[in-house]
């Protein structure tokens, strides 16, 4: 009797401290579950970046640019300008690909390559300027520093291409 007494309460005690074992296993699971879905949201910011820098880049892949203006100087719009109207009635932002220029129709699409390291980005011409006799075309802030090879630097010379339609 007493042995099966014994056994009894060596079963109930190890039942109980199997239950903990599995709880705390349980959390330890629960916690890793929430770590992944904090670091999956913060990779699924990361991807859209990408994605959006990608379209962006196909864009330039299936269209055909004619040329436009070689060894033109570039710059780009100082962050005083940043929300502000431009004449095409659009608010312009430094994050945004646009740009820009004295001749070219707003919503024109146009390639800008930069001649010292072959970079290029595909911005929108969406305001007039830039009203300097040296310069021929203004870019967005990020445009500018996604191609240049000097980020300190307020300017540099490019190639200007224009996407056919």
Do not use: C
């Not at 390639?111 to 040296?134: A, L, Y």
């Amino acid at each position: 009797m007493k042995r099966s007494l014994t056994i009894f309460f060596l079963l109930a005690i190890i039942g109980l401290v199997s239950s903990q074992i599995s709880s705390t296993a349980r959390q330890k699971a629960s916690a890793q579950k929430v770590l992944m879905q904090k670091d999956s949201i913060k990779k699924s910011k990361i991807l859209a970046q990408i994605q959006e820098k990608k379209i962006d880049s196909l864009v330039g892949t299936l269209a055909v640019f004619k040329p436009y203006k070689k060894e033109a100087h570039a710059s780009y719009y100082a962050d005083k300008f940043n929300g502000r109207r431009t004449t095409s009635g659009v608010k312009f932002y430094n994050n945004k690909y646009t740009a820009a220029h004295k001749k070219l129709p707003f919503g024109t699409k146009v390639r800008v390559t930069n001649e010292r390291n072959g970079k290029w980005v595909i911005v929108e011409i969406n305001d007039r300027g830039p009203f300097v006799k040296s310069r021929e075309i203004d870019l967005s802030k990020r445009a500018y520093m996604d191609i240049t090879s000097n980020k300190g630097s307020g300017g540099m010379t490019v190639t200007i291409e224009i996407m056919e339609k």
